[in-house]
């Protein structure tokens, strides 16, 4: 089974950056094939998508992040990241990385579930 483990969170005052990575194991050689995706949930919220990233490395973001978070991964690392700057105090929340097998499209959006969860990271902007 696929197994995620994000780190990098924290607690920044507004303004700052924090750059989170998930590292992935159980792709096989599989994981450059592998739809990934970052989404968050503050306490009380539904959970949201804030970006995803296909095969061939194009990014969608959320309208709420989009030119402040920047999406990425390193194949050979089983890796992937997400850079946040401008952070707000709205943008408080765990974050989860997400992985699947399929296409990205609607993914984002919520509509098409990803498969793999991480255990998340908390990030807290004051």
């Known amino acids: 089974d696929v197994q995620l483990v994000e780190s990098g969170g924290g607690s920044v005052q507004a303004g700052g950056s924090l750059k989170l990575a998930c590292v992935g194991s159980g792709y096989g050689s599989a994981y450059s094939n592998y739809c990934r995706g970052w989404f968050r949930q503050a306490p009380g919220k539904e959970r949201e998508g804030v970006a995803t990233i296909d095969t061939a490395g194009s990014a969608t973001y959320a309208s709420s992040v989009k030119g402040r978070f920047t999406i990425s991964k390193d194949n050979a690392k089983n890796t992937l990241y997400l850079e946040m700057s401008g952070l707000k105090p709205e943008d408080s929340a765990m974050y989860y990385c997400?992985?699947?097998?399929?296409?990205?499209?609607?993914?984002?959006?919520?509509?098409?579930?990803?498969?793999?969860w991480g255990q998340g990271t908390q990030v807290t902007v004051s």
């Open positions: 997400a992985a699947d097998t399929r296409a990205c499209i609607l993914r984002l959006q919520g509509v098409y579930p990803f498969g793999y």
